[in-house]
């Protein structure tokens, strides 16, 4: 499904369905730590049911499986969530999934006790989500805000593969990332109340394979170029990266989350 927001790629169409099968196989990149710290707060475990929103392939609620909550993953795309069933029954995980759009959930209110949102939020319209995220929570729930980008003015490799993706795609607003909190937007306040929120810094480790995939499936290539394009761009990429060092790599990324509790 086709994606276009005026205030993103200057309004460049994208499709996540495209990309799929790269997303399952290279996007599964977030350390331990990133979900331990969600974890460590008394969220997503056993005994409580959790809705990810704008899950992709579920990698939230397939990494975060082990803490025993009660999962659904939601996606805007059909292909994601073909994607996130297959992985989830590879490895014997009970997760159910829907296809929908987090404007367009319908669950009975006050379903969840935690409502998670990795690397997603920013494409949603705030004004209807912001209240059905709140109706969807029960008495106390949290939603909790996930996001984790490389650095490309202080790491080498991801400032030039940024660069490559801005020469095949230059309305690409993916990139360009500095460290800072977690967005929050305004109408937030009128439902929930900020309960805690973190940002660190951390590294990534990556053969010269799968930070290519990597970036292949990301917004500004793979979800959104031709089939030429993408292929010209994989080429240039892959002889950048002959250039590295070694085959491996560590990628210096930032981390953030903010946990908001319902009014």
């Known amino acids: 499904m086709d994606i276009q927001k005026n205030d993103i790629d200057g309004g460049k169409s994208f499709d996540w369905g495209r990309t799929s099968s790269d997303y399952a196989k290279f996007r599964d990149i977030y350390p331990p730590v990133f979900f331990g710290k969600v974890a460590e707060r008394g969220l997503c475990v056993k005994g409580q049911r959790v809705l990810d929103i704008g899950t992709g392939t579920g990698v939230v609620p397939r990494n975060m499986y082990k803490y025993g909550a009660s999962w659904t993953g939601a996606d805007i795309s059909e292909n994601q969530i073909e994607q996130a069933k297959i992985l989830a029954q590879n490895s014997g995980m009970n997760i159910d999934f829907v296809v929908s759009a987090t404007e367009e959930l319908d669950f009975p209110d006050e379903t969840f006790d935690v409502i998670t949102a990795c690397q997603c939020f920013f494409y949603f319209d705030y004004d209807t989500v912001i209240p059905k995220l709140a109706k969807l929570l029960k008495k106390g729930g949290r939603l909790v805000i996930l996001f984790m980008a490389w650095l490309p003015d202080e790491d080498k490799i991801a ?91 560590d990628i210096l990324h930032h981390a953030a989350m903010a946990i908001l509790k319902k009014k």
């Open 159 to 249: 400032g030039d593969s940024e660069s490559l993706v801005l020469k095949y795609n230059p309305k690409w607003t993916g990139g360009r990332y500095v460290r800072k909190p977690v967005f929050i937007p305004e109408n937030a306040n009128d439902f929930f109340t900020i309960e805690y929120a973190e940002d660190y810094d951390l590294m990534v480790h990556f053969t010269r394979e799968s930070w290519n995939g990597r970036m292949k499936a990301c917004r500004g290539i793979g979800a959104s170029l031709r089939a030429e394009e993408i292929s010209a761009w994989e080429r240039e990429h892959m002889e950048m990266l002959a250039k590295t060092p070694s085959n491996e790599f």
